[in-house]
């Protein structure tokens, strides 16, 4: 490919709107063009290293015996409501009419589509396993698409759904496609960790999200150096050591005026944060519920409704925390006749907690010298896992400390278990006639989104520093002198070499000046650069170089053994 002949528009200056490194690269290499908020245009540079992503992912998912297939992006209302997601998704789910009037969802996933499928196809037990992917355009109606690819309004994703005989069964299923998304982002030249995530109702260590680490990442991760336990922040499980806390006297009333927060409090008593029991009420599928954690620590939402079993978690509105307590928000807490009738779940670091601060349950009190076993009506199994984890806390598997890092979320395998089956009455006969319901996984890989997070994790000042298996071309010639037609033979024999080996090679042949394409060169990130000019051949050859190591001094190789050479360090990048 010639230089010349590429739709390309690299910029020196970053996007506006741009906040992470990734971002900026993404545009200013002119690998996407922006239209509006949340879509791009690929330009050709950016379609070509799309294309090897999803090669990647399609060559990992065949070889993992899935079947590619590809489901509509537009999907009648009638299966989303099947499904419940048509209400459940809210407005992120892109809804749209034809000029029928007939209801429609742009997919963002496609379960519904699928399950139906499998529901008409699959009768018996003989047709399982059975795991289908494609690789399609999705849409999501996201409030604010930022972050170039990682937030935006359509991206490619590689969607893949199993459908088994058994849970057990599922578990195989749902290995294969853990291990062939090892093998991809391997193959991408990315460093992503398997992380646990939450299982919802299903329960087990069946759900995993694949990170990549980078700091500009939206999602925060668990990482235990010890063992190499990782788990998302809604999952990420943590010891505690037992208490010792020594007795403390009866507690009595401080009047707070105007402190609602604990920081407020904690600044009006001289008292750390730690040393107060936050107390907030929930409603609990419609039922007052008090939880109370550490005064320096986050309630873990999704903890909280697995250990009361309910389906619908939510803060209670004034009137009811109010009704129950007898006090607003602000000056709420475990003890005293107020709580009588609602039940009340603690931190497990609390249990045995003495000499605590609460609220009063009345307005502009608190209560010092709590002790939560004396004075509230806390039992041994009101206590569970209820916070968000924190830098510093104990790995629940090793004893080791944890720290909490950031990452990009590039991919995600979970079990389904039957819960799209049952809403479409996906059955099957077994071999004893028996009608059973399929049990199905689903595993998604955000195909744009690893490309970007390619980008974050690999780049620096200068700019993108491709992988060989994904660089947009692998080999950039930059042909400083292409009016010598003698110079010009030695780049294009060059090119032709190479591409026969099955290398990418782009040609930059403008009249520009060496510096020029230099910076372009660095800029877009080729993985190696040559350089063929009069001078260097006067010297004895072509200058070669991988873009990875920019400290490294070019390297002078005679243009016959420049091939070889080339080959050997795309093989090390
Ligand atoms: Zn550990």
Known sequence: MKWTKLMIQTLREDPGDAEIDSHKLLVRASLVKKISGGLYTYLPLGMRTLNKVAAIVREEMDRAGAQEIVMPILQPAELWKTSGRWETMGPGLFHLKD???????????????VTDLAKNIVSSYRQLPATLYQIQWKFRDEIRPRFGLMRSKEFLMKDAYSFDVSLDAADASYMAMFNAYKRIFARCGLKAYPVEADTGDIGGKFSHEFHVLADSGEDGIAFCDGCGYAANLEKAERSVSKRDDAPCPDFEEVHTPGAKTIDQVSAFMGVPGSAFVKSLVYSADGTPVMVCVPGDRDVNDVKLRHFLGV???ELADYETVLQATGANAGSVGPVRPACTAMRIVADQSLAGARGCITGANRDDYHLKNVDLARDTRLADADFADLVVAQTGD??????KTMAIRRGIEVGHVFKLGTKYADAFNAVFKTDDLQEKTMVMG????????TLQAVIEQSHDKDGIIWPSAVAPYQVVIDLLDPADESVANVAAELEAQLEEKGVDVIVDDREERPGVKF???DLIGFTVRVVVGAKGLAKGGVEIKARKDPKEAMKIVPPAEAPAAILELLASC
């Open 99 to 113: 000029r029928g009037a007939h209801e429609y969802a742009l997919s963002p996933t496609a379960e519904e589509v």
């Open 519 to 521: 910076k372009d060169a």
């Open 394 to 399: 104990i790995c629940p598997h090793c004893g």
């Open 311 to 313: 389906r619908k978690l």
């Open 442 to 449: 689903c595993y998604g890989i955000g195909i744009s989104r």
